[in-house]
């Protein structure tokens, strides 16, 4: 048992308060997506160009790219998790989805204020984080510059800020027990939103993407640039595929969980 306990327990029976806590939903959602991934027949014999996923998503990416056995992956989410919510713990902070600015408006509120660009995630949807006093100035500015909507997430932390430095020297030890390979298709790294093509770059993208933004709008628009034109979302909810679509409307995305529902 990797994880010492039943997460398809968990997650099948809760308690749902358990199930949310970031040590546990992390597991949760990778063992989710991957379920996803493998019950897909048209997805197969299919080989894509590129894989991409969204902060805890690239641990799926992995999988898909054969650079993680499923046991490794789930091992590594685990340790993840608890390691943010730890670091959370002993710095308080969140992060803060502020809509409706463009990415020069919201530096200019990170920087007076200390926190940072978490997420770019398509036009006019930026995530910032940082401490809790730092993120409630930040919120004034918002407003004052003309935020549509301002929107707290419901996180245990400061996620993709320096305040998870503890998280990223903890992984940098699970990722030293874990077995690599490198991939066998491109994946278009959080932090550069540039293909990484071996297996010692990805690790030092999963240490690197617990501290720094999530350049999700550039990763796409870059696969795009490279000729892409289809793009399937593998996993729990439709989030991705709502922000692909308002990065460009002319691309095809399949969602997964919308297609299980037919």
């Not at 894989?51 to 999988?63: I, K, N, P, Q, R």
């Not at 919201?106 to 940072?116: A, F, H, L, S, W």
């Not at 707290?152 to 800020?161: D, I, K, R, Y």
Request: hydrophobic content about 45%.
């Amino acid at each position: 048992m990797t994880l010492g306990f039943p997460l398809s327990r968990l997650c099948f029976e809760g308690p749902e308060e358990a199930l949310r806590q970031t040590v546990n939903a992390q597991p949760a959602i990778l063992a989710v997506s991957v379920a996803y991934l493998r019950a897909s027949p048209e997805l197969q014999d299919r080989v894509p160009t590129f894989v991409a996923g969204h902060s805890l998503g690239e641990y799926t990416a992995l999988v898909a790219a054969q650079v993680l056995a499923f046991a490794d992956a789930l091992y590594l989410a685990r340790e993840r998790g608890r390691l943010m919510q730890e670091a959370g713990e002993k710095a308080a902070g969140g992060m803060v989805a502020i809509i409706g600015l463009e990415e020069a408006s919201v530096k200019d509120i990170c920087e007076p204020t200390g926190t940072q660009i978490a997420n770019i995630n398509c036009p006019g949807q930026i995530v910032i984080s940082g401490s809790t006093q730092a993120l409630a100035q930040a919120i004034e500015l918002a407003k004052a510059k003309g935020a549509q909507r301002i929107i707290p997430l419901q996180v245990s932390g400061a996620f993709h800020t320096p305040l998870m430095q503890h998280a990223a020297e903890g992984m940098s030890q699970a990722v030293s027990k874990a077995t690599f390979d490198d991939p066998v298709v491109p994946i278009i790294a959080n932090t550069t939103a540039l293909p990484i093509t071996g297996a010692e770059a990805v690790k030092a993208e999963l240490l690197n993407q617990l501290c720094h933004c999530v350049r999700w709008q550039r990763s796409i628009e870059y696969m795009i640039g490279e000729g892409v034109s289809t793009f399937v979302e593998i996993g729990p909810g439709q989030v991705l595929t709502g922000l692909i679509r308002r990065i460009d409307k002319e691309v095809q995305v399949f969602n997964m969980e919308r297609q299980g529902k037919q």
